[in-house]
């Protein structure tokens, strides 16, 4: 079976009458350009020399941030597939309505308001005719865990992505192309520069006001917002009052 990470229903069979999802390029209409290395079979097999390995760990975690921040993907799917349609599309795929049902072995995590997608081309290259195994995808992204870079759904921060469930099991994460504490940072920059220190927000009006129209944070996901405000916190910067649904925060 291929490991092509898409959401189930999605190829293009004309013969199907249930519509695909709705294929989405979140803030930019443009293709992600992949690097040159993805085109290198070799890259597509973890190799066993621990430096070689390293080196192409390190390449493909940057990868996955790379095609993320592209994308402004901000939770993730990583699942198998058996779909290797040639005319799938690039991009991102949203998990949308039905198709939900899909990942639901990955989306432990229902009662967050985040956005899932799937990463058709990310580690199946139909160019080349390569797809890199289940088990050796968990292994950079448990790189990206050790890292700080995702936060796998449903897991402990600790657990280990190739010891937690089988190989080809699928999961969600929440990946930070930017880190909390980065994004923490544009949060307090944005406060200062609207002059709001001292001021309360809701969450929404962070992440969805007209005020952050033109900023970085707009279209931030929430739980991403959440993990950045918990770091403001810490450091006695804001504070984080109200119910689960209607949250606000008090900059100081």
Request: hydrophobic share 40%; net charge neutral; aromatic share 10%.
């Amino acid at each position: 079976m291929a490991h092509d990470m898409r959401v189930a229903g999605s190829g293009s069979n004309s013969n199907t009458q249930s519509p695909a999802p709705a294929v989405v390029a979140a803030s930019t209409g443009s293709s992600f350009k992949f690097p040159h290395y993805y085109n290198y079979p070799p890259m597509f097999t973890l190799q066993p020399n621990l430096n070689t390995r390293r080196a192409q760990l390190d390449k493909w975690t940057s990868l996955v941030l790379s095609y993320c921040r592209h994308y402004r993907i901000f939770r993730l799917v990583v699942a198998q597939s058996g779909d290797t349609s040639s005319g799938s599309a690039s991009g991102p795929v949203r998990v949308d309505g039905d198709e939900t049902a899909a990942a639901a072995a990955a989306d432990t995590d229902d009662a967050a308001p985040s956005i899932a997608y799937y990463a058709p081309n990310l580690f199946h290259n139909r160019t080349i005719d390569r797809t890199m195994s289940m088990g050796e995808v968990r292994e950079v992204f448990d790189d990206l865990r050790r890292q700080g870079r995702i936060e796998v759904i449903g897991a402990s921060a600790t657990a280990s992505l190739k010891t937690t469930s089988a190989s080809s099991d699928p999961f969600s994460c929440y990946v930070f192309w930017r880190t909390p504490e980065e994004w923490a940072a544009a949060v307090e920059a944005f406060v200062d520069e609207t002059a709001q220190r001292g001021s309360v927000l809701t969450l929404y009006e962070l992440t969805s006001g007209d005020g952050t129209r033109n900023s970085e944070l707009h279209g931030l996901d929430p739980v991403v917002l959440q993990r950045a405000l918990a770091v403001l916190v810490k450091r006695g910067k804001a504070q984080v009052f109200g119910s689960e649904q209607s949250l606000g925060v008090k900059f100081f």
